[in-house]
């Protein structure tokens, strides 16, 4: 779609916003992805700018960070919502480091340490549940090096499932862990102890895209949905907040309706950047923008809070500001 789109843009010869307000956790967070390594290559492109939602992950419970430094195993544990169907949870390690796993039902039923074995798959019945356990072990990964392990519930039982990580050769010792966004499980299937750091969803979390989170431009205060940084490769995401609660935005059927989310501060800051084209581009002031441009554009203006540190993985280098960022042009 992204190369249709710049394929289709080149023949017309004008200036192009791509606003990305999708997003998944099925990946590394460290912009390794296959869409990421595309968005990053487009960004040196002329005349076209990418803008990604940050996500509405920060408050769902999805994402848990841990660490075997100094002990032999780690245990984190996820309340299964009463209908739940069935989900993938995925586990990553940081290269060099190797782990397994072991877990256990809320019936008390337990899966023994399964050996990580490259590629390896194990598919498991407990024998007094209707649960069936799919656990697949990939390493190296061949985009980051890292190991990623895939547990699959299958009719899982309501209730506290306990997951143990088994540090096999740790070097680093931090994994991180992620379920399914909001929207494709149950809003009550969480962690009990989450970690509402790097919950940019995916294709937010690679360098060079203009990533954005959300604040309420009534109240000033943050949505409590925005996703945060950094990645998991440390970069700090996203680059900076826009208003997105309560937008006021045209609907597909016609009308108008009332939109709340990190995808509706991305079309804002869509529309800034389409801005900075017709200022640049087609005015003829700055004829070479790109992505990279536009972000350092954007970011320099941002409005910035006294007392608060910049960049920081909740609000970035500050809050949108077109006007002061065409000031400092």
């Not at 700018?49 to 960070?65: F, K, L, P, Q, R």
């Not at 390493?139 to 090096?145: L, Q």
């Not at 299958?154 to 499932?161: A, E, F, K, V, Y």
């Not at 923008?289 to 941002?302: K, S």
Request: charged share 20%; aromatic share 8%.
């Amino acid at each position: 779609g992204i190369r249709y789109l710049i394929e289709s843009i080149r023949a017309t010869d004008k200036p192009m916003v791509m606003c990305i307000a999708i997003g998944t956790n099925d990946g590394a967070h460290d912009g390794t992805n296959i869409l990421e390594a595309v968005l990053d290559e487009t960004s040196s492109l002329r005349s076209i700018a990418t803008v990604i939602a940050a996500g509405n992950e920060a408050n769902t419970g999805h994402h848990y960070s841990g660490t075997l430094l100094g002990k032999a195993s780690d245990s984190f544990e996820v309340n299964v919502a009463e209908g739940e169907t069935g989900f993938e949870l995925i586990i990553w390690g940081h290269n060099p480091d190797k782990i397994s796993i072991s877990l256990r039902s809320p019936l008390g039923q337990i899966i023994e340490r399964i050996p990580a074995k490259p590629g390896g798959i194990s598919q498991l019945k407990l024998p007094l549940e209707e649960t069936v356990v799919t656990i697949l072990y990939q390493y190296p990964d061949p985009r980051n090096g890292s190991e990623e392990i895939t547990v699959r519930l299958d009719r899982p039982t309501n209730g506290i499932w306990t997951f143990t990580i088994y540090g096999d050769y740790i070097v680093d010792g931090r994994y991180d862990v992620w379920l399914p966004k909001e929207g494709f499980i149950e809003t009550a299937t969480r962690f009990l102890q989450p970690d509402p750091f790097i919950t940019i969803t995916i294709p937010g979390t690679q360098q060079e895209s203009i990533v954005v989170g959300a604040y309420d431009n009534v109240d000033k205060s943050m949505f409590a949905g925005s996703s945060r940084g950094p990645t998991r490769s440390e970069i700090i995401k996203p680059d900076l907040i826009a208003p997105g609660v309560n937008i006021l935005a045209p609907t597909a059927g016609g009308g108008y309706g009332s939109y709340t989310g990190t995808g509706a501060s991305a079309a804002v800051t869509a529309a800034a950047a389409a801005l900075l084209f017709q200022w640049g581009v087609i005015d003829g002031n700055l004829p070479f923008m790109n992505t990279r441009i536009i972000r350092a554009i954007l970011i320099r203006g941002a409005t910035r809070q006294r007392g608060v540190v910049y960049p920081n993985p909740i609000e970035g280098y500050g809050r949108l500001n077109l006007f002061n960022s065409l000031m400092l042009l």
